[in-house]
T-cell receptor, first 113, second 113 residues
Framework: QKEVEQDPGPLSVPEGAIVSLNCTYS??????FMWYRQYSRKGPELLMY????GNKEDGRFTAQVDKSSKYISLFIRDSQPSDSATYLC?????????????FGQGTTLQVKP | DVKVTQSSRYLVKRTGEKVFLECVQD?????MFWYRQDPGLGLRLIYF???????EKGDIPEGYSVSREKKERFSLILESASTNQTSMYLC????????????FGDGTRLSIL
């Protein structure tokens, strides 16, 4: 079993829909959680960075962490065709770590006009 | 903003050649990483370095080596390129604390013929 599980999709939604992307993990020591967006033929870019449980909002994006369930989510409101990309979750336990991140496989999202 | 620059976007080489992929970061980061990304397999860590002249094997180091002579530069070397090393190669960097996100370059799409 992988440490981080992420449904690869693809996920196809109409423009304006609310999108929910999710990851589950098995290591309860993880404390720092990230979401990356990767456009085709480009490198991943950091979208959201959160610590421990709770919500963080940035514009149309909300990252949610539920450590008790070992479950993280990324919500995209009013989705746009420009949101079409692959979204990767990543996480780490933090202190004492070498800086390595554990990545999900990525979910491919298509937002149709 | 953090900038991670990979020397080539596209590269075509022949089997048996020695191949060098270069990566430079401008944020004085201690940690640097090399990944390969293949469809259906996600990001796989090849090697990483947490200091000049220091290196650690990742999950798939076979057939690769690395060099870090200066803090800002991390090179990936394919000693004798093979067709199964055709892939997208991504370089990333992060600061020394174990909790920080990684910042990626735009990748090198390498084809071995």
């Amino acid at each position: 079993q992988k440490e981080v599980e992420q449904d690869p999709g693809p996920l196809s939604v109409p423009e304006g829909a609310i999108v929910s992307l999710n990851c589950t993990y098995s290591n309860s020591a993880f404390q720092y959680f990230m979401w990356y967006r990767q456009y085709s033929r480009k490198g991943p870019e950091l979208l959201m960075y959160t610590y421990s449980s709770g919500n963080k909002e940035d514009g149309r994006f909300t990252a949610q962490v539920d450590k008790s369930s070992k479950y993280i989510s990324l919500f995209i409101r009013d989705s746009q065709p420009s949101d079409s990309a692959t979204y990767l979750c990543a996480m780490t336990q933090g202190s004492g770590n070498t800086g390595k991140l554990i990545f999900g496989q990525g979910t491919t999202l298509q937002v149709k006009p | 903003d953090v900038k991670v620059t990979q020397s080539s976007r596209y590269l075509v080489k022949r089997t048996g050649e020695k191949v060098f992929l270069e990566c430079v970061q401008d944020m004085d980061h201690e940690n640097m990483f090399w990944y390969r990304q293949d469809p259906g397999l996600g990001l796989r860590l090849i090697y990483f370095s947490y200091d000049v002249k220091m290196k650690e094997k990742g999950d798939i180091p076979e057939g690769y080596s690395v060099s870090r002579e200066k803090k800002e530069r991390f090179s990936l070397i394919l000693e004798s390129a093979s067709t199964n090393q055709t892939s997208m190669y991504l370089c990333a960097s992060s600061s020394w604390t174990g909790s920080q996100p990684q910042h990626f370059g735009d990748g090198t799409r390498l084809s071995i013929l």
